[in-house]
């Protein structure tokens, strides 16, 4: 509604002198946003060593695509023909889009076993000091965690961030908790601190080990595996806890002034970078390490682990390969493995050979770690 004439003119004129401005301000942000996001379906293929800022876009994906889907449906309501735009970004990505995301129908996980299968668990424990700050309640942790394994009847126990004291103590006897249901075991020990304290990457087995190494990182982590034999058939298993970004307190804090544009927010981001960009360079020589130890596998293997990178990342794609993704094969949604920092992080992972079957997928979360238990039925194809 306009009180006179004369400023319905002025109105109009000034509409039609803008309006192409933001047309085209609107068309400069789309195109933008399709660079980065193409730039970043390229990440499985580009080393981070050589191009590292591609790995900060492998972990923003998720939310690029949505802004992309939420630009077509503005284009198809606004302006019809430049839908194209968004839409082929998407069509080319869809590699990228099936890591991020899994459609399969969700079904509910069965805890008796399917014939011939073989019950995985993969869960980083956090060092058993689950979420609250209570010494009573960090000791209840151990407890709690161990029923919830035990409760699931698994075969086979991939554990990161784990750790064991070989003293009397009964309260970090670690190892012990699972003695009973899982006679054999393979620890890494990649953290070691008054000579009896372990910490490290641990796999449990219901089933005989016949052979184990551990495979060392530059790092203090490694790779370890275990051959398990069960009936006629000889599984290698594999599990191990890639390089994180070791944020500390200070650096959580220091993501609240980023994003409270806090005047510290320039230095906290400066010191968060630079761990990130540590951590992208690591986790590429570790990938390259694991995939050459699977690629030698004399028997059907599979590998669980802590990976500290997204599906969209080298590490995952270099990893995987071939491979089978359990949460991929079965699961659905984006299947976020870590609860702190965004919503999107799936950060753990099964993944098997193509000797086996993947037959059902879970995750489960009891609030006992910052990472979601994974748990799935595999069986070797005949």
């Known amino acids: 509604f306009c009180p006179s004439t004369n400023n319905c003119y002025f109105y109009a004129m000034a509409l039609a002198f ?39 876009i492998a972990i923003t994906m998720p939310y690029l695509a949505l802004i992309l889907i939420f630009a077509a449906i503005f284009w198809i309501i606004v302006k019809p023909k430049y839908v194209w735009m968004p839409l082929l970004a998407l069509l080319l990505s869809y590699q990228q889009i099936q890591v991020m995301f899994a459609g399969n129908i969700k079904e509910g996980f069965s805890k008796t076993k399917p014939a011939g299968s073989l019950r995985i668990i993969s869960w980083n424990v956090q060092s058993f000091n689950g979420l609250s700050k209570s010494k009573a309640a960090k000791q209840q942790v151990r407890t709690d965690l161990a029923l919830t394994i035990q409760k699931l009847n698994a075969d086979v126990v991939c554990m990161q961030e784990f750790n064991h004291a070989d003293n009397a103590n009964p309260t970090a006897n670690n190892i012990g908790l699972f003695a009973d249901s899982f006679p054999y075991h393979c620890f890494s020990k990649d953290y070691r601190r008054n000579n009896h304290y372990h910490s490290g990457c641990i796999i449990f087995s219901k ?43 200070d650096d959580y804090d220091g993501m609240e002034k980023i994003k409270q544009q806090n005047e510290e927010a320039l230095a906290a981001s400066k010191g968060i970078i630079q761990k990130m960009l540590l951590a992208f360079r690591r986790r590429t020589a570790q990938a390259i390490i694991v995939k050459n130890k699977l690629n030698e596998s004399p028997y059907p293997y599979l590998i669980c682990g802590d990976f500290n990178d997204v599906p969209n990342s080298f590490t995952y794609f270099h990893i995987r390969e071939n491979m089978q993704d359990a949460f991929l094969a079965k699961g659905f949604g984006i299947g976020r493995s870590f609860i702190s920092l965004a919503p999107t992080l799936r950060i753990d992972y099964i993944l098997t050979d193509p000797h086996f079957a993947i037959r059902q997928f879970d995750m489960v979360d009891e609030d006992l770690s910052d990472h979601i238990m994974l748990v799935s039925d595999v069986a070797l194809k005949k």
């Open 207 to 249: 089933y005989p080990i016949i052979r184990s190494e551990r495979i060392p990182f530059k790092t203090a982590e490694s790779l370890i595996y275990a051959d398990i034999v069960k009936g006629y058939d000889t599984i290698r298993v594999f599990t191990t806890h890639l390089q994180s970004y070791k944020f500390n307190q």
């Open 18 to 56: 803008i309006r192409p401005f933001i047309k085209r301000i609107v068309i400069g942000i789309n195109l933008l946003v399709i660079f980065i996001y193409l730039l970043g379906c390229l990440s499985p293929w580009v080393n981070p060593v050589y191009f590292t800022p591609i790995s900060f």
